[in-house]
């Protein structure tokens, strides 16, 4: 026989991987597993529960019957003769749209005559569709629509067949969506002015322009006929008003009459009256007056309903509800900060006389201005036979160069050269001395007309090229941190580690970490921080649900403690609104907002720069600060923006009073007419963390002077060697992905030797990062651009 042969494997013969094996024995396994033994799974007896035919119907019809309560609820204060009326704005959006007659016309339509004053509020009662609406008439007044739209059911937007939408129109659209959609009604006038082959297509163009703003609006209305304008009574009456979910947590009121009760010289008891929307009112808690602030309930009452005025009995008022002793809420918004726990420090003797010689300048500005007169006149000591002209450009002491110190100086000298012995310094500088009648002859006084203007104002051309140079350079700032960002030049005649002490390495930015309560301002010991933020929401939202004063109810808030001018804002012509706080909603915390900005907005905009801020139902002057909406890192750092980047979301930071839920905030900048105020940026409030850190980098840029594969010699960084030993253990990076950190100092003019973990080429920039924690400003004040109602006029009655 001859030799076995045997058979070899190929390099392309299949192996089966050994951790796949699913045929196993129970040897094999038991055999792998060394004894470990898997836990296993507990299996419930009984099973999936499988749910019949009839149990998912019953379910299902038990969803409907529950749809069903909650709409009949929220009709129900619409419905009946003791319903509450549907709140309709009438805007309008275009220039030659009029609001008095579509209000009149929509009048005429159910047999009534239109309201004497076309300007105010006025109720009208649709008995055929069971319902009541309350029309509001809108001038052109930007914040007038804003706060309309906050209580608003409904609402009427007039448009023209003629005449486009203009900015204004644009810019109030705008608003409403931001701050939350309401159902609307588009109404087109001058229709009949168009002729009848272009109708067709100028309603196709309108109801394409309205779904640009509200894309499930495929209604397109008419006032020309009874019947067109039944039919938008029609509309509105049956449509079911959409909730607000940031409205509908408090409690708020669009005030029918107001009436001022004067307690004190200043402050007054304010009772406003009007039907109750959202949640319950709770006199234990606060109310919000626009552009005046927070105010405490001195009780809350019922109020005749309108439709019982013709009934020959009258409703007694009645006490609603009153505040709890111990359970209302205070007017106290910021915690006093405790200053004898900070560091004390006695003021030296330089600090002293400063002080002294600050005070001795106010008298001295005093005492000049008790010497003008009524006429705007300045009086002037002057050498006899000094003309008018020339007086003028005498140079007051203010604008003198030298110091009052030099100035006794000088007198003294004077003095003492004459050799008048008799005559003290103090004598001669304020001029009560007797023996100096040859000095006072010498002198006369003169009156000057004092310039209405500031003394520094510049012409308008140079005032133009001025703002236009400031805008250039604020471009160029712009441009410059877009293409190298936050990279700055170290100061050659200032130390380095003197310019930036309070700034810090960190080898992670994503996970070093970073106390959150180190070397905080003073300011954090105003503000009021939670434990747990979210907790409390549920809390507070979950309290406000029950209350004693019912949505629909016809009540007086009287509001105790209110200045004189909330009551002279008051105004028929205007939507006067009241809502009312949850707990905790008047302290005062950071706010964190989670914006994204305006693409139509092109200009830079820069941390700190003051905008209006509309949060809400509530509007402050704000100077916000920018930074990234990031949340990979651990350390909760995020970086600091020096200018609102274009695109995708940020977030601003300001102090404010707390607010509770997804509230819409909006930032304005502010113009010199109120009415056209420009859109920024647009977000929503996402919390109040204190223990957020907004850190501002900045960036140190060397040159490679000498290069030896992973070593290479560092200039134009620091121009010391204090400055290289002080910033050495900060780790360096390249703008090519090198790491690396400084060895040792070399020579005296700030070179320095490093080392990298890769060889690097001379077209590389050398990088050391720096970063400083930045807070907002205390700045935040209510904004007062509203209270201008010089276009409007109203009668008011004070209760004596």
Not at 341 to 358: F, K, M, S, V
Not at 404 to 422: A, C, I, R, V
Not at 708 to 723: G, L, Q, T
Request: overall charge negative; charged content about 30%.
């Amino acid at each position: 026989m001859g030799s076995e042969q045997r058979h070899r494997a190929g390099r392309l013969h299949q192996s089966n991987k050994p951790f796949k094996s699913r045929h196993a024995s129970k040897s094999s396994l038991k055999e792998k597993s060394k004894g470990k033994v898997n836990r296993t799974a507990i299996r419930r007896t009984g099973g999936v529960k499988i749910v019949g035919k009839t149990d998912r119907r019953n379910a299902a019809k038990l969803e409907q019957q529950k749809k069903r309560e909650e709409m009949t609820r929220i009709h129900r204060i619409f419905e009946g003769r003791h319903g509450a009326p549907k709140i309709v704005p009438v805007l309008s959006l275009c220039p030659d749209t009029d609001v008095h007659v579509a209000i009149a016309s929509l009048y005429r339509s159910i047999g009534q005559e239109p309201p004497t004053n076309p300007y105010e509020s006025s109720v009208l009662n649709v008995e055929r569709f069971k319902q009541k609406i309350q029309f509001v008439p809108l001038r052109r007044n930007f914040v007038d629509v804003m706060d309309a739209f906050k209580v608003a059911d409904m609402a009427i937007l007039l448009l023209s067949a003629e005449v486009e939408v203009d900015q204004f129109g644009i810019n109030c659209l705008l608003g409403i969506l931001n701050q939350g959609l309401v159902s609307v009604t588009p109404v087109v006038q001058h229709m009949d002015k168009v002729a009848p082959k272009m109708q067709v297509s100028v309603k196709k163009s309108l109801v394409a322009f309205n779904q640009q703003f509200f894309p499930n609006e495929e209604h397109l209305f008419t006032l020309d006929t009874e019947a067109d304008s039944t039919g938008v009574l029609r509309y509105i009456t049956s449509q079911r008003p959409k909730p607000l979910a940031w409205r509908d947590l408090h409690p708020y009121m669009l005030a029918d009459d107001v009436q001022y009760v004067p307690s004190d010289q200043d402050v007054g008891t304010l009772k406003v009256t009007g039907f109750a929307r959202g949640n319950p009112f709770n006199a234990n808690r606060l109310v919000h007056l626009q552009s005046f602030g927070d105010f405490q309930i001195e009780q809350i009452t019922t109020a005749p309903n309108d439709s019982n005025k013709s009934n020959d009995m009258e409703e007694d008022e009645q006490v609603a509800d009153k505040p709890v002793p111990g359970e209302q809420d205070d007017l106290v918004a910021e915690n006093e900060p405790d200053f004898m726990e900070n560091e004390q420090t006695w003021p030296t003797e330089e600090e002293l006389a400063a002080g002294e010689e600050q005070m001795r300048l106010m008298g001295r500005e005093m005492d000049e201005d008790m010497s003008r007169n009524n006429n705007g006149k300045v009086t002037k000591r002057v050498p006899k036979g000094t003309s008018a002209y020339q007086a003028a450009w005498i140079v007051d002491s203010e604008d003198e160069d030298y110091s009052e110190d030099e100035d006794e100086d000088d007198d003294m000298e004077m003095t003492l050269d004459n050799g008048d012995d008799h005559v003290e310094p103090a004598d001669l500088i304020f001029g009560n001395n007797n023996n100096n009648d040859d000095i006072d002859e010498e002198y006369e006084e003169i009156e000057l007309e004092e310039k209405g203007g500031y003394k520094d104002e510049l012409d308008p051309e140079e005032e133009r090229r001025q703002f236009e140079e400031y805008m250039a350079t604020r471009q160029k700032e712009f441009n410059e941190n877009t293409e190298f960002p936050d990279e700055i030049d170290t100061p050659i005649n200032l130390p380095a580690r003197e310019r930036f002490q309070r700034y810090r390495g960190l080898q992670s930015f994503r996970t070093s970490p970073w106390d959150p309560y180190e070397n905080l301002p003073i300011d954090y010991a105003r503000i009021f921080q939670f434990e747990n933020f979210k907790r409390t929401k549920a809390r507070v939202v979950t309290q406000a649900i029950v209350g004693n004063v019912k949505p629909g109810t016809r009540i007086t808030l009287w509001i105790k403690n209110v200045p004189k001018e909330a009551y002279g804002a008051y105004n028929k012509q205007r939507p006067y609104i009241v809502f009312g706080l949850l707990q905790y909603e008047h302290k005062m915390s950071l706010l964190n907002f989670q914006i994204q900005r305006d693409n139509a907005y092109e200009e830079p905009v820069k941390s700190k720069d003051p905008m209006v801020l509309h949060v809400g139902f509530r509007r402050y002057s704000v100077r916000p600060i920018y930074s990234q909406n990031s949340n990979k890192g651990t350390n909760h750092v995020h970086k600091f923006e020096r200018f609102l980047p274009m695109g995708g979301s940020s977030i601003a930071t300001v102090y404010g009073p707390v607010v509770f839920g997804k509230v819409p905030c909006m930032f304005y900048k502010e113009t010199d007419n109120v009415n056209e105020p420009i859109l920024v940026s647009t977000g929503t409030f996402m919390n109040t963390d204190v223990k957020r850190i907004v850190a501002k980098r900045i960036v140190l840029s060397g040159h490679p002077f000498k290069i030896h594969k992973r070593s290479a010699v560092i200039r134009y960084m620091f121009f010391n060697p204090e400055d290289i030993n002080y910033f050495k253990p900060i780790q360096l990076t390249t703008k090519y992905g090198r790491v690396g950190h400084i060895r040792e100092s070399l020579g005296t003019h700030g070179y320095m030797k490093c080392i990298f973990d890769g060889s690097i080429t001379q077209q590389d920039t050398i990088l050391m990062n720096l970063y400083k924690r930045v807070y907002p400003k205390w700045n935040t004040e209510l904004w007062k651009g509203a209270l201008d109602s010089s276009e409007y006029s109203s009668d008011k009655i004070v209760t004596d």
